[in-house]
């Protein structure tokens, strides 16, 4: 049975953010309701394994954005730290921008909801309340992540912009690319603006993270 969180009772959390403006910034915004209560920061996902195994947080807010972060590993290891010390903590995500491989990549590894602080701040409070209850929280990124990243939309790519999608996916730029296959810059950007729309991404670098995520090589 999930437990009502009030003053009395508040839901604890556990901030990790590499940022420590970003860190302050939500304890700020969140010790203005009484019944969230922000026990710990984490600036490494080692200090959040280590936090979560002393403290029990019952929530922990994750930034999917961070240096050198394994993150499907990283959320699998806060779950299992959890589990060990008989109890399930809540993970919700958050990033400043938004990367589609990597939302849907914490979705399967246990986390119970996104949010984008540029346009979404304001809901931070809704969403882990909502996720707290135990009810189902969802949001139009959410769902793009989930419905957006199939193979369909690489079964759709022409020949030619398989091309430079697999040039793109090692890092080149749009005039290496030109030159690798010979084309217009101009053709490898609209290549490029197709491919974005086919993969259901925003921009070149969730159109790589799809493909090393698929592990999608010989295209």
Do not use: W
Not at 29 to 54: C, F, G, K, M, N
Not at 110 to 127: F, H, K, P, Q, R
């Amino acid at each position: 049975m999930i437990p009502a969180f009030n003053a009395s009772n508040p839901l604890t959390v556990l901030v990790v953010d590499s940022q420590p403006l970003m860190q302050a910034s939500i304890r700020l915004e969140l010790q203005a309701h009484p019944d969230i209560q922000v026990i710990a920061s984490a600036a490494t996902p080692e200090q959040a394994l280590d936090i979560t195994r002393r403290l029990r947080p019952r929530m922990i807010l994750f930034n999917l954005i961070m240096p050198a972060l394994d993150l499907q590993n990283t959320l699998t290891d806060l779950l299992d730290a959890g589990k060990r010390r008989s109890y399930m903590p809540m993970i919700c995500v958050y990033s400043a921008f938004r990367t589609y491989s990597y939302i849907m990549a914490a979705l399967e590894a246990g986390a119970s909801g996104y949010l984008n602080t540029e346009n979404d701040g304001i809901n931070l409070v809704t969403m882990i309340r909502t996720v707290a209850r135990g009810e189902g929280y969802e949001n139009d990124d959410m769902i793009r992540a989930r419905n957006g990243f199939t193979f369909d939309g690489i079964s759709r790519l022409t020949r030619a912009e398989r091309g430079v999608l697999r040039v793109m996916a090692t890092g080149a730029d749009n005039d290496t690319i030109s030159q690798d296959l010979q084309i217009a810059v101009s053709t490898v950007k609209k290549h490029a603006s197709n491919i974005f729309k086919k993969l259901s991404v925003e921009n070149r670098a969730e159109a790589i993270s799809f493909v090393l995520r698929y592990h999608i090589i010989d295209l």
